[in-house]
């Protein structure tokens, strides 16, 4: 009897040491320092695939959220958020934190939609693990490799230059007078006149270009200084182009959509973004390189109408195709929304079908059965009476 006693209370004990390990871990991301240089470490994670994400077999055992409807849950999926900080020459801290999510599907409620769930550490703490292992394992070959050391000295030269251009921008800003645009004046739009237009890092004509406007291209303007035009590029950055080459937008400002459907298209808001393989099963993004981005609804509400979804899927196409145009970084071949308020649902595109759509050669109901809207019922509008394809 004492021995049954026993048992059981060592079992309660281990229990309760799970529970207090998983709410140790969780919200908080993984460190741990390798004494290994920042390439070496950022070729080992690849190797591992560390920057891709992949299915999971169940929840139970990943999440801290003990749930017992995990039946509902179905394609869980995980990947991981990366930071890599050079702690030495050749040392380098590696943070990272498992991102877990499910779609979760109720036949008698009707709700259906995507979960994200908080990682316990144990997805971390397995990929620090096999890092290590692959660390130590090729250490040799990593003390000797002059690639890698290559890239130091190349990553070390390109920070210096990065430096250097700031230094010599906010000299350049500090000598000649600012003009900034007011921030109750109404907001001030341009557009290309002749194709292609240089926007530079900084007022001069030798400063570095950050990308080539095209035709139809729109910017707001942020401040005049003489000759030049400061204007916005995305949501934080900004560049200088000649004011001679551009022509104010008359009655500009809100867009290229009406009002009521820029309203509709605000629903909702980008709260991450990654470039990553398409690991969906649509054939035509199968294997390629694709922007993805996880849109919530704003604010407290966590239903939306569907024509509202279809507005902000549109929006995004058109702003994403436009700003991965003009960027030589991360390439891809389509632009992947996933929404995470009640309903739920998938909406990708090629960038490809996206230009034709933009440059009109694409009707506005044929771009959308080529795009892929999951599940559709999801998407439809009911205007247009349009049904996307589906993956």
């Not at 507005?311 to 436009?322: G, H, L, N, P, S």
Request: glycine share 8%; proline share 5%; charged share 25%.
């Amino acid at each position: 009897m004492r021995m049954g006693v026993s048992s059981t209370f060592v079992g309660i004990l281990v229990v309760i040491s799970s529970i207090a390990f998983a709410a140790e871990n969780s919200g908080r991301r993984q460190e741990r320092e390798y004494p290994f240089p920042l390439p070496a470490v950022r070729q080992a994670l690849q190797q591992l695939s560390a920057y891709t994400g992949s299915r999971l077999p169940t929840l139970d055992g990943f999440i801290t959220t003990v749930r017992a409807d995990l039946g509902h849950y179905e394609r869980p999926y995980y990947e991981y958020k990366i930071e890599l900080m050079p702690s030495a020459a050749d040392r380098t801290t590696v943070r990272l934190k498992a991102n877990v999510s499910a779609w979760y599907s109720d036949a008698q409620s009707g709700e259906s939609g995507y979960i994200a769930f908080e990682s316990n550490g144990r997805l971390e703490n397995d990929l620090l693990d096999r890092l290590n292992e692959l660390l130590t394992k090729n250490k040799s070959k990593i003390a000797t490799d002059p690639g890698l050391v290559a890239q130091q000295i190349a990553d070390v030269r390109q920070k210096r230059l990065e430096a250097e251009q700031r230094v010599s921008e906010l000299e350049t800003q500090l000598q000649a007078p600012q003009v900034p645009v007011g921030q109750n004046s109404p907001t001030e739009i341009v557009s290309v006149v002749k194709v292609p237009v240089p926007i530079f890092n900084a007022p001069e004509e030798h400063a570095s270009v950050l990308l080539r406007a095209q035709s139809e291209d729109e910017f707001e303007v942020l401040e005049h200084r003489g000759a030049w035009l400061r204007v916005k590029l995305g949501e934080t950055g900004s560049g200088w182009l000649k004011r001679a080459q551009v022509q104010a937008n008359l009655g500009a400002g809100s867009g290229d959509l009406p009002t009521s459907d820029k309203a509709e298209a605000d629903a909702f808001a980008v709260i991450r973004e990654m470039v990553s393989p398409f690991s969906g099963d649509w054939t035509r993004l199968n294997g390629k390189q694709a922007l993805y981005l996880w849109a919530r609804p704003e604010g407290s509400i966590r239903d939306v109408a569907v024509g509202q979804k279809l507005k902000f899927v549109e929006r995004i196409f058109k702003e994403r195709y436009r700003e991965v145009t003009h960027s030589s970084q991360n390439p891809v071949d389509g632009v992947v929304v996933i929404f995470l308020d009640k309903r739920g649902g998938v909406a990708a595109a090629t960038l490809e079908d996206i230009a034709h759509w933009a440059a009109g050669n694409l009707s506005h109901t044929a771009f959308l059965k080529k795009c892929s809207l999951d599940p559709p019922g999801a998407f439809e509008n009911a205007g247009n009476g349009v049904k996307a394809s589906v993956p």
